[in-house]
């Protein structure tokens, strides 16, 4: 068990990346609160996982409510050792001037000001238990950016600088920043990001693009974040790692 005695939260867990995270961190031994906008999902999901589960409404826009969640979790496990940064949205892959900027405000506020409420919200925290980790979702788009996603692209390049300057600023409380960058996954915001009906042909466009020749299967992530999140990376922090089948080499 790799993540013995340990507690976590996870946001945007009721379905795609979140989900599959929150499965492998309790089968190997956390505690995880599920925390995500859609109540019901989360509660579904804790529901399978089981008694290692705990599910709270929480939109990560908001930073009375990651606090609340945060809280939750600390309440019901009495501490916090892992925060994943997971909860996303994407305007549809289109052209640069159709998106208005309520859209992109809206992709910051989600994408982005979530990564501040919750550094707020578990960094006091983390510092009274003498460390930490936290884990952002980034993105591939924040690597090698392509064409019809430019602002969501933006937001996943915040993410990772953030990433890389909070575990500069937070190393000397021994808490640990990193995050992941996935390619393509068949989630829920699969279609957005294609930008066209999932079809065969779509896919095969994109899989050309990606020399291990598949997409990215949430069990990818899931298993980069189970090691980013553990002891075995405790020598690791600021590292943006791609789970990407090589596609931004
Ligand atoms: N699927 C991909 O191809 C891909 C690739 C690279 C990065 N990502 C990133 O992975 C992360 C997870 O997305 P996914 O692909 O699993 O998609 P998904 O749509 O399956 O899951 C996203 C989850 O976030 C929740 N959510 C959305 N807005 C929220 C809010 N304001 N507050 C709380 N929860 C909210 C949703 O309810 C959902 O459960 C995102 O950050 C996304 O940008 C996805």
């Not at 600023?169 to 021994?174: I, M, V």
């Amino acid at each position: 068990m790799r993540l013995k005695d340990r507690t976590a939260i996870v946001t945007g867990a009721a379905s795609g990346f979140g989900r599959e995270i929150a499965r492998v961190f309790a089968r190997e031994g956390a505690k995880v609160m599920l925390a995500d906008i859609n109540l019901q999902g989360a509660e579904a999901v804790a529901a399978e996982i089981g008694d290692a589960a705990r599910a709270v409404a929480c939109d990560v826009s908001d930073g009375d409510q990651v606090r609340a969640a945060v809280d939750a979790a600390i309440a019901a496990f009495g501490g916090l050792d892992i925060a994943v940064n997971n909860a996303g949205w994407s305007h549809p892959n289109g052209p640069l001037l159709s998106v208005d900027h309520a859209t992109f405000r809206k992709l910051y506020a989600i994408n982005v000001d979530s990564i501040f409420h919750m550094t707020h919200a578990v960094v006091p925290h983390f510092r009274t238990r003498g460390g930490g980790s936290m884990l952002n979702i980034g993105s591939t788009a924040g690597i090698r950016p392509r064409p019809g996603l430019t602002w969501y692209n933006s937001t996943k390049g915040a993410v990772h600088l953030m990433t890389k300057s909070l575990a500069v600023d937070l190393a000397p409380d021994r808490i640990r920043v990193n995050a992941l960058a996935p390619v393509l996954a068949a989630t829920g915001l699969m279609e957005t990001f294609i930008g066209q009906p999932d079809s065969p042909e779509a896919r095969e466009k994109f899989l050309a693009t990606i020399p291990l020749g598949r997409l990215c299967e949430t069990t990818d992530l899931a298993a980069a974040a189970l090691f980013l999140s553990s002891e075995e990376a405790s020598f690791l922090t600021g590292v943006i790692l791609p789970v990407d089948g090589g596609r931004c080499v």
